[in-house]
């Protein structure tokens, strides 16, 4: 695979828009690999993604953005720009329950997810000795009714000092508070078990068990202030019967909750998601 | 096929339930070809369908109800008899929208459906050509914020006259007062264009778009004097992407309303469908 | 909804594709809607599909296409343009079940498909009324071991004086001649129902009921000179039991059958699947 | 959860099966919590599988299957007997890739799974630290085209001393001898990478990435003589697109095997799988 570069971009729709970003790399020598383009008809919103090869790019890397800033500052448009081979900084919350984390560690293990995860923040002591397997810094903060804010703060100053670009909560079962979400607009995912925006709030499958649902899913969407409300990157179902108690609910649950977070991570990381409003594109 | 005998059942679980209902009919010389039970745990409710062949069963058919409520009774039991050369009698109410109509007369004219549709009612006139291509009488009875209630008793002396047993709402878009409701419990099945919970009331499809979902729904249940809140018999889901308009759901939409409405209507016609509080149990 | 201009483009994989194409419509006065590109790594084949808005573009239509082969010849690119006020001729080839038929006939009838059913064409009468019921001319041409060159031959006469430009094939049980398919390469499509490659050929719902699979599938592909090995378009699938008969597999593959072919028809009209070698690029 | 006794039985449909059976349950006082019957028509052969509370129950679980037995035998009934307290004796076999046993293993450590993996047996040494991590027993049978049956000999003589009750290959590279699959008759599960009878045999993701297949497949099965031919427990798909490579599909599809194969060894151990022929009951 050759290095790459990818252009994540939105603007107000006009014309001439492909052919400008084309026109950018094709002038300096770039071999568009991968190109894709959405317009909402309804706001007249632009979204792309386009990656094109490095090799024999005729721009230095450090160069690219600064270039790129000027024609897009000319059309009013929203970037970003990533090369394949930065790997991103992953930081990992987790609370008591392990499918999440033992899943992701297992697929960045065998190289599916092209990032570090730096660290695994719990508040729970349990799960070290997952982390400390698979040889990854662990650190506790146990959050009460109290502490939280002040917690935040150091969680904060940790992943600053790390300098973590993505938090995916694996079943963390704590609510970040608005000044913590904030910090990481669009940078923190979460799983909820629930086929949002159905059973949103605490213990979904004992609501979709009280309900009964003859399906039941799972959703990973970016954190925003307002719980389980988030733009929505991924959501997948299974199919469950009145035989099913809500144990049962909770171990096919698990095998939806792992896919569709892993999922929704890849694509993250992969630059394939645009967050706009309370909603996403995803170009995958 | 045989003729057969199939008992719907339920009552508070108890030693020899099982033992109890396959005595009657092997007693009586018959032959069962299929029987499920489950229980609820959480409640200590049984249920059971039996379905047993009627050749050579040592008991007139007239006489087996009678005979079999003097067990019911000593054991608590509701319970409800079909044999399967009776015919359920449906009326089919619609609006504007014609697929699950077009749907369900198909798969009656190709005999999917061994129930015999005995009117289709409208409350528009739009749609009687579908009805009239197939030889069903076709009945309006519009419906005005001030003249619902009156109409409706119109509607209850047609069902009435007609010995209807089953009413499918084809997604007709009037709300039924409770009066109407109560008088066909657990027997009008309806169609909601949403993964319910989800998306319960007016312009689901609006809503989903808004949300940012990347899955929509459709939910068949039973009505109840609740809107969108009585037991669920059947819900599928199919994939969509920020590419889909309000309009692309909707045509999606309709490929599942149709599939999910037929499934849960020949589920009922089976007596598969066994309804307690607000969830069912469906032997499928 | 704007008149647009569609363009499905193939060529070897260069550098400068997407500018040159946006380029071309750029400089005269075209807005893009939707623009997809593709690139099979394996074969360094280039795809793509650009649809742009033809308000305002400074090319009379019937100039567009003559001035585009200049850019395309000088690529070495294949492309096929079409207008989204055009409408595809389409002809319905039927033996004894109706359901895809009744299926395809109720979606144009609700405008989901873009395109003019001209001709139904059975190898038995026993369809005739559908098809008059949407008052669609009907042509019976049976099909004997004897006189199957002699009767498409007359078919291709009929195809060819109603200008048909694509032919779908609804559960249509006879295979057609090497003669008459390579008459429309790419444009006969057909509905298998099984999920091809498992149980090619004839009667794929007992050939699955023998082999004991826990979901059946529906295919619908290109028809090419080798039976069931077309370019795939679209598949799906459903769970089965042990429960399920012979005949319940053809009743849950009804449902697939009709779905899978109708969005394979739909992709195939707005111009979204472009087949190299065996295989399918489909744009949605 | 009570302890309870599992019955599976299978024998030619006579008049009485289900009354029998729970008569032998009730007279000794026993509570039926699952009862599940299958007729197969076309063979006339009966399957069931009933589950009760042995708490009260009249007979010391010894005696249950001699007891049992004199029924069985005066109706021809195949039968196997289980405790819910017994746990089975599970043999994993590997080759390279973990990602199965990975997930078994966590799967077996949050206590989804009743049973002990006993072993684990790899033809390489690669996946030692999996098993390691977990305090399981590695032990490493290399194989080659020379060695193979005498390597299998010492296999089974492990086998043997562990009370091997159940072997799951999970993504174990090499085809067992006839010899070796005789001495397990449907108590081997495999899980193959594509959906069976398409693409049995070798690399089936590069199979299906040159069809061009639009959903891909896994299938777990019990292993017999003839490669991939074995009675299907489970499969399901999962979508793909033009966009895949066969790494994506390998990406994919090991999401699949994992789920497929731990769903399958789930049934197994439950005693929900009744093997019958070249396909399976599965009460689920």
Redesign the interface.
């Known amino acids: 695979m050759p290095t790459t570069a990818t252009l994540l971009m939105t603007c107000q729709?006009q014309?001439?828009?492909?052919?400008?970003i084309?026109?950018f790399?094709?002038?300096r020598?770039?071999?568009?690999?991968?190109?894709?383009?959405?317009?909402?008809?309804g706001t007249g919103q632009f979204f792309s993604r386009v990656e094109w090869d490095l090799e024999a790019f005729g721009l230095a890397r450090e160069k690219i953005g600064p270039e790129f800033s000027r024609l897009a500052d000319s059309l009013g448009m929203q970037w970003e720009l990533r090369f394949s081979d930065e790997r991103t900084r992953i930081a990992i919350f987790v609370s008591r329950l392990?499918?999440c984390l033992?899943d992701l560690l297992?697929r960045h293990a065998?190289g599916?997810l092209h990032a570090d995860v730096v660290a695994i923040i719990g508040n729970h002591q349990l799960l070290r000795p997952v982390a400390e397997?698979r040889g990854i810094p662990y650190h506790v903060f146990p959050i009460t009714a109290g502490n939280k804010r002040a917690q935040e703060e150091k969680e904060l100053q940790l992943l600053d000092s790390l300098k973590v670009d993505l938090i995916v909560l694996a079943r963390y079962m704590q609510i970040l508070t608005q000044a913590f979400v904030s910090r990481y607009p669009n940078r923190i995912i979460n799983i909820h078990h629930s086929?949002?925006?159905?059973?949103a709030g605490a213990r979904p499958y004992v609501q979709a068990h009280a309900?009964?649902?003859?399906?039941i899913?799972a959703t990973s969407h970016y954190v925003t202030p307002v719980v389980d409300e988030g733009?929505?990157?991924?959501?997948?179902?299974v199919?469950i019967?009145?035989?099913d108690?809500v144990d049962d609910l909770g171990?096919k649950g698990r095998?939806l909750e792992r896919?569709v977070l892993?999922r929704a991570v890849r694509l993250h990381l992969e630059r394939r998601v645009l967050p706009y409003g309370?909603?996403?594109?995803?170009f995958?």
């Open positions: 729709d014309k001439g828009l492909v052919q400008k084309s026109d790399i094709y002038r020598n770039g071999n568009i690999l991968h190109a894709d383009q959405h317009i909402d008809f392990d499918h033992v297992h065998i599916e397997q086929f949002l925006p159905a059973f309900r009964g649902v003859k399906l899913g733009p929505i990157i991924e959501q997948d179902v199919r019967s009145h035989r108690t171990r095998d896919v892993a309370n909603k996403t594109v995803v995958d």
